[in-house]
């Protein structure tokens, strides 16, 4: 009987040991954010709520809804390493997949091109994000981000970065911030590439139209500072 009580609470021990790690914590907190829970998440796995706002939801249609939700469920992840700064920092390196968003917002933007001027039928911003989020071939990409872990008296705590969030959805807000630099990285790749086609998004010029993904320049369902 002792021997099942020890038993017990040694794995009890074993069970709350492991739950205190920080790259633990860093898998809850993507694991909220996956299943959107977000406010949630934060008041559990974060140090402060400084950069909940990036990912504050604020649907305005059902378009805006299907794009973030398909980044949302789209993130994976690996736990890459940990290193223990001091005794209260530690840093977790994360490598997270993710929807490659300046991907789909180049394809869109050169399949409208495309259509206007061999059909003059363009389809709608709306249809086209929709037809590449929905693909079964929608690009992905995989980059890291180095999650920030504190020691406090209340557990571990992560002080989350807007580089964080920008990472887990697939460099949304990036992109976002760059959309006259679309296809840029892709076209210094091809350029130093042998027999190379140097095919690349066309710039903005005296008979190009500048580079607009909607109207207002906006396709957003995050508040962003």
Do not use: W
């Not at 633990?24 to 694991?31: A, E, L, N, P, Y």
């Not at 079964?136 to 999650?147: I, L, R």
């Amino acid at each position: 009987m002792k021997k099942k009580i020890l038993l017990g609470m040694l794995l009890l021990i074993f069970a709350v040991s492991c739950s205190q790690k920080p790259e633990s914590t860093v898998s809850k907190f993507i694991d909220g954010i996956k299943r959107q829970k977000i406010e949630e998440t934060y008041k559990k796995y974060a140090l402060d709520n400084k950069s909940e706002n990036d990912l504050k939801l604020e649907y305005n249609n059902k378009f805006q809804q299907l794009f973030f939700e398909t980044l949302f469920k789209n993130i994976d992840y690996k736990i890459e390493k940990v290193h223990k700064q001091d005794d209260e920092t530690s840093i977790v390196t994360v490598s997270v997949e993710n929807v490659d968003v300046e991907k789909v917002f180049l394809k869109v933007y050169k399949n409208m091109l495309d259509s206007t001027f061999s059909s003059g039928n363009a389809k709608s911003v709306e249809d086209s994000f929709k037809e590449e989020l929905e693909s079964k071939d929608v690009p992905k990409s995989k980059n890291e981000t180095q999650f920030i872990v504190k020691k406090t008296s209340n557990g571990y705590k992560i002080d989350v970065t807007a580089e964080n969030i920008d990472v887990l959805l697939g460099k949304f807000n990036t992109t976002f911030r760059n959309l006259n630099k679309l296809g840029e990285n892709d076209s210094q790749q091809s350029s130093t590439e042998p027999n190379s086609s140097n095919a690349q998004l066309p710039k903005s010029g005296p008979n190009v139209a500048p580079t607009q993904v909607s109207p207002n320049g906006e396709i957003s369902g995050i508040t962003k500072k």
